[in-house]
């Protein structure tokens, strides 16, 4: 079992940047590490995840302009988010998830405001 705390999320303009913070409580290794948001109405949706260390996913209407990393020394991930536009706006959700049971965690959440 692995507890994940996010930070980073706050207010910022539009077109501004924010980045995102997940400290596991453990080795991320055995995990498929990722950002989901949810926005007010919505349904929880994946951001971005990274599968290897070589390959990332990306929902479509962030590509080019998120990006994530992971830093396995101190077991966090990051979110970088640039040009960040209104419809970003959502509570932000680290996931871990076991890369052989598929059992998921989660954080709870940051929430990312983008307003002029």
């Known amino acids: 079992q692995v507890q994940l705390v996010e930070s980073g999320g706050g207010l910022a303009q539009p077109g501004g940047s924010l980045r995102l913070s997940c400290v596991a409580s453990g080795s991320i290794f055995p995990y498929y590490m990722g950002w989901y948001r949810q926005a007010p109405g919505k349904q929880r949706e994946l951001v971005a995840q990274i599968i290897s260390s070589s390959n990332t996913a990306y929902a479509d209407a962030v590509k080019g302009r998120f990006a994530i990393s992971g830093d396995t020394a101190k077991n966090t991930v990051y979110l970088q988010m640039n040009n960040l536009a209104p419809e970003d706006t959502a509570v932000y959700y680290c996931?871990?998830?076991?890369?052989?049971?598929?059992?998921?965690?989660w954080g709870k959440g940051t929430l990312v405001t983008i307003s002029s």
């Open positions: 996931n871990a998830q076991s890369k052989w049971s598929g059992v998921e965690y």
